[in-house]
Each structure stands twice: as structure tokens, then as C-alpha cells.
């Protein structure tokens, strides 16, 4: 298993392109593979024929172990098999083919779990298991050594499979587990069970922990985006003759947002693993929330507090054009001090972002509402922008919220000023 970054320790194979069997040449795609945070092809460095896969679709392998064999046909490959796990439901390679069929001859009767047996089981077989409430020790292996795979669960559950010796149904037992699976489940053709992927695992686990642990309050604010409006369609008019990148809204808001960081350190910081501090920052590393058809992913602009508002706009795209392809490198998606979401852009007016852990702080960006304010006696329309500021009340309070959500106001209210 390839290491995908500097931190990923495992990856979860999504879907084998190839199969025992198959001719390999260099260069083939072998298999689809993900970390938590983008998605990959593995390409075989080696030539011959694939002769046994050790982890299937689904399976979450630690990197650098191996996850198939190939070489000459019949040869033995017990020696690169992963010393302490377990094969994954694959077609048998030609050796082993021969030795299945000597080892069927005999046919010894196959029977369920003793009560202290180690029981075999493969990740789908478990958890169709666990979502049907069976008991695995019930079920009778027909898996390679013994192991138990998802049609044994499916014979179990459909009162194939009982609690007595060898998987033999009680008397009683087959008409309370056909009646159990009548009764608890609709018909299969009624629903669809679409497993998480790894990155929308690590989004799951992430948010449920930030709101857990995290005593969170938002503010919600608006500020006059007349200025921002008028350099964007300048921008927009005579950029491409002056060698301009396409400067967007938000790319000025991550520009002011890392001026602004600079005069409050609390809120450009890391909670401490203990809790009993906060780890402030000397540059602002910006953390960008961006959709991408795997999940939510959220690249970091480095040192963006030194870098022109042209840069910052060329980075975000790049990074945002990395995260879609689901080819980032996960390195990049990681060591942000402080976090934008913009979900403007899709008419949300106001909304509550979770803080990215370890960090103390999150910007949401909202949608454009047409307000108005009085000049002299006459009210005057104008496009305002709404702001929604996060905060970790462990470390900031109401009033500094206010302060900062101000000066940020401040700088996008003149943000021509500010670039000066």
C-alpha cells in the first residue's frame, strides 16, 4: 500500500481493477485506494500474473504492507502474505486452486464456532452482522481457513444457520429468525445502504467531536460590501490586459482575514492537547472549506499574511483544482490556524461553521442581502454581506469577538485602503 503523505498511516481500497488471474503489465492500474482526505490509483510495479490478493474492496490496509502478489503462475506466495492478517475474500490463485481441490475430497463436515474458538470474519460479513443484530457464532464458515464471509451471515439470517452443534437450527428457532428478519427489515428493493467513504468517516468523526468537546457560540454580523463590489468588477474589466489572476470575492476576504488575524493572536492559535493553553501563531496559515464531490476538504494557504492579494487568489484555485481532482497532497490539507467557509456563493444568508479542531476560531461567509441606510433623510439601498464568526469560549470571550468581527468589518469596508 502506497504512503499517500507524510501522515497517512492507512488507506481503504475502494474498488480492485484487476483480479486473480489477470495478466499485469507495468504501469497497470492495479486498484483505487483513499486516505482520509483524496483518492488515488495504485499502478503495479511489477510484471506477471496476479496470483492472490491479501485485502479486498472495502478493507482498510496500513500503508506499506502488501495487499497482492504477483509473479510467475504457481508460485508460492506465502511468503509476502501479511504476517498477522487476514486474507480478504479473493479468487484463488492456480496453486491454490489445486490444493482447494484436494483438501474438498475428504469434505470434512463444516461446523459453527465452538465457544472459544477464534472466529474468522471478513469487514462486510461483520458488518452485515452488526446491522442485523445475528450472531456470528452461529454462522457456519465457508471462507478460506475457515473464515466467515457475508453469505454465511445471509444463510444464518435467512434460517440456514442455527445456535445448536454445527450451525443446526433449534426446534423453534427457524420460524423466530424468519419471523425476527420479516418483521425488523423492509423489503430489500425499499432502501440502499451506501457505506461512508474515508474521507466522509474522518468529517463524521472530526464534527462530532468539535461539538462535543468544543463550548462553541457564534456571533452573526454584516458589513457594507459596496467596496468589495466595485474593485471586483474593476478587476473583472482590466485584469486579463493587466496580467491579472481572476481575483473573486472570497479571495479578498481571505486577504483581509489574514491582515486582520495579525492584531488578535487568540483567535490565529491552537488549543494545547492538555487544554490548559493555546499555541498562537506569528503567521496566518488559512484554512479554506471547499466542496468537492468526495466531501468537504480543507486545503491551507501558508504564511498567506505575506502574500499579495494575487497570490493568495492564484493559490485558492490551485489548491481548490487539487481537491476536486482528489489528487491534493494530503499534506497540504493540513497545520491551518484559523478556517473560511463560504457557503455565500449558494444563497445561504446565515449559518452556524464548526470550528476545525485544534483551532479557536472559523469564518462563515454568507450571501449578499440588499439592505438599506439612511443618508441625510433618504434611505439608501446597498449590498451587504453577512459574516458568522465561530468562536471557542474556552479561550475567547463575547466582547474580543466583537472586536476582531469589527476590524475585520473595517478592512472589508475599505479594502482598496488596505491593499494600499
Known amino acids: 500500500m502506497p504512503k499517500a503523505g507524510i501522515t497517512v498511516e492507512e488507506c481503504m481500497i475502494t474498488k480492485w481493477e484487476k483480479k486473480v488471474g489477470d495478466s499485469v503489465k507495468l504501469g497497470d492500474v492495479l486498484f483505487s485506494y483513499e486516505t482520509d482526505k483524496a483518492a488515488f490509483e495504485c499502478e503495479s510495479t511489477a510484471e506477471g500474473e496476479l496470483l492472490e490478493i491479501f485485502y479486498g ?14 509473479g510467475k503462475k504457481g508460485e508460492d506466495v506465502s511468503s509476502l502474505r501479511p504476517g498477522n492478517s487476514v486474507s480478504a475474500e479473493s479468487e484463488p490463485s492456480p496453486a491454490k486452486a489445486e490444493e482447494v ?6 469434505a470434512p463436515e463444516v461446523t459453527a464456532a465452538a465457544p472459544g474458538d477464534i472466529i ?13 443484530n445475528a450472531d456470528i457464532k452461529a454462522a457456519v464458515p465457508t471462507g478460506p481457513s475457515g473464515r466467515i464471509i457475508e453469505r454465511d451471515i445471509i444463510a444464518l439470517l435467512n434460517g440456514e444457520g442455527g445456535s445448536g452443534i454445527g450451525g443446526r437450527i433449534l426446534v423453534g428457532e427457524e420460524k423466530a429468525a424468519k419471523a425476527d428478519i420479516s418483521a425488523a427489515a423492509p423489503a430489500e428493493d425499499e432502501f440502499e445502504d451506501v457505506p461512508f467513504t474515508k474521507i466522509r468517516q474522518v468529517i463524521a468523526k472530526s464534527m462530532s467531536a468539535s461539538l462535543s468537546e468544543i463550548p462553541q457560540l457564534t456571533h452573526h454580523h454584516s458589513f457594507d460590501a459596496t467596496n468589495i463590489l466595485e474593485l471586483r ?38 488549543v494545547l492537547p492538555d487544554g490548559k493553553g493555546v499555541r498562537r501563531f506569528k503567521h496566518v496559515h488559512l484554512g479554506v472549506a471547499m466542496d468537492t464531490p468526495r466531501g468537504l476538504m480543507v486545503p491551507t494557504i501558508f504564511n498567506a499574511d505575506t ?30 490556524t484559523f478556517t473560511v467557509s463560504n457557503l455565500g456563493n449558494l444563497g445561504v444568508e446565515m449559518f452556524t461553521p464548526v470550528i476545525n479542531a485544534p483551532q479557536t476560531c472559523i469564518l462563515g461567509v454568507c450571501s449578499l442581502i440588499t439592505r438599506f441606510k439612511m443618508v441625510g433623510e ?24 466583537a472586536r476582531f468581527a469589527a476590524e475585520l468589518i473595517f478592512n472589508l469596508e475599505n479594502f482598496t485602503a488596505l491593499l494600499v
Open 57 to 70: 474492496d472495502g478493507d482498510e490496509v496500513p500503508v506499506l504492507i502488501n495487499v497482492c502478489a504477483i
Open 101 to 106: 481441490k484436494e483438501a474438498e475430497k475428504p
Open 120 to 132: 474468522k470474519i471478513s469487514p462486510r460479513a461483520k458488518n452485515l452482522a452488526e446491522k442485523r
Open 233 to 270: 468588477k474593476c478587476v473583472k474589466a482590466s485584469g486579463e490586459k493587466m496580467g491579472l489572476p481572476n481575483i473573486t470575492l472570497n479571495d479578498m476576504i481571505l486577504y483581509a482575514v489574514s491582515r486582520t488575524l495579525l492584531k488578535f493572536p487568540d483567535f490565529n492559535a491552537n
Open 307 to 336: 502574500k499579495s492579494l494575487s497570490e493568495i487568489a492564484e493559490e485558492s484555485k490551485a489548491l481548490g483544482k487539487a481537491a476536486k481532482a482528489g489528487n491534493i497532497n494530503p499534506d497540504l490539507l493540513q497545520g491551518a
Open 378 to 401: 433618504t434611505a439608501k439601498p446597498y449590498q451587504a454581506m453577512g459574516l458568522s464568526v465561530t468562536y471557542d469560549h474556552r479561550v475567547i470571550d463575547g466582547a474580543p469577538e
